[in-house]
């Protein structure tokens, strides 16, 4: 069953506006990533987050996570055209080192309008 | 470059057919997966092998099967393919706890 749960769908904002993006998920988890997917491409790995850890940071990327709610979000600092694509969450199970499966959220679409 | 490569790229076949997808990486990851996006985009996990070994099958069809040769490649077999097995299959290798990285995809067509 999915594990992750994506909100909005699909979001569509001006170039230079934040983006937000939230995930929530079911089951206890060792770490969160999150994975960038442009139209007909691979995924891009863009941040991991410990299930330790409250907040992370890299570049325009600021991810939160709290345990106690399952949830995750994903903001992106004034947006660029470049940044439209797809967003995944991924949760990996705690005890799963070796071998660990990424279970996907269902992805947000967001489009960066210029 | 450093990465993962998959090839084909793209694959139209007919019913029936047998084909193969090749996966290597050149990271020096110990961890290989197979995953299927279908065409919602969902993207599940079928295979994760780790040096050569078998770690996580998941419930895929028999016709489905990987092959590890060594811990830089992963390749996966589909015999008798069907219309529903039409979606983008990635490879993706991973060392530890760290982020995956994934090949650019195979789109598997199947007329």
């Known amino acids: 069953s999915q594990q992750g749960e994506e909100d909005p769908q699909a979001l569509s904002i001006q170039e230079g506006e934040n983006a937000t993006m939230n995930c929530s998920y079911k089951?206890?988890?060792?770490?969160l990533q999150w994975y960038r997917q442009n139209s007909g491409r691979g995924l891009v790995h863009l941040i991991l987050?410990?299930?330790?850890?409250r907040e992370k940071h890299s570049g325009r990327l600021r991810v939160t996570l709290d345990t106690s709610k399952k949830s995750s979000s994903l903001l992106i600092t004034a947006s660029r055209a470049a940044d439209t694509a797809s967003y995944f969450c991924?949760?990996?199970?705690?005890?799963?080192?070796?071998?660990?499966?990424?279970?996907f959220g269902e992805g947000t679409q967001l489009t960066v309008n210029p | 470059d450093t990465a993962v490569s998959q090839t084909p790229k793209y694959l139209v076949t007919q019913m029936g057919n047998d084909k193969s997808i090749k996966c290597e990486q050149n990271?020096?990851?110990?961890?290989m997966y197979w995953y299927k996006q279908d065409s919602k985009k969902f993207l599940k996990i079928m295979f994760s092998?780790?040096?050569?070994?078998?770690?996580i099958n998941e419930t895929v069809p028999n016709r489905f099967s990987p092959k590890s040769p060594d811990k830089a490649h992963l390749n996966l077999h589909i015999n008798s393919l069907e219309l529903g097995d039409s979606a983008v299959y990635f490879c993706?290798?991973?060392?530890?706890?760290?982020?995956?990285?994934f090949g650019s995809g195979t789109r598997l067509t199947v007329v």
């Open positions: 993706a290798s991973s060392q530890r706890v760290s982020g995956y990285t």
């Open positions: 089951t206890s988890i060792n770490n």
């Open positions: 987050i410990r299930s330790n850890e």
């Open positions: 991924a949760t990996v199970s705690p005890g799963e080192t070796s071998g660990s499966r990424l279970t």
């Open positions: 990271l020096g990851h110990d961890t």
């Open positions: 092998y780790n040096n050569k070994e078998l770690i």
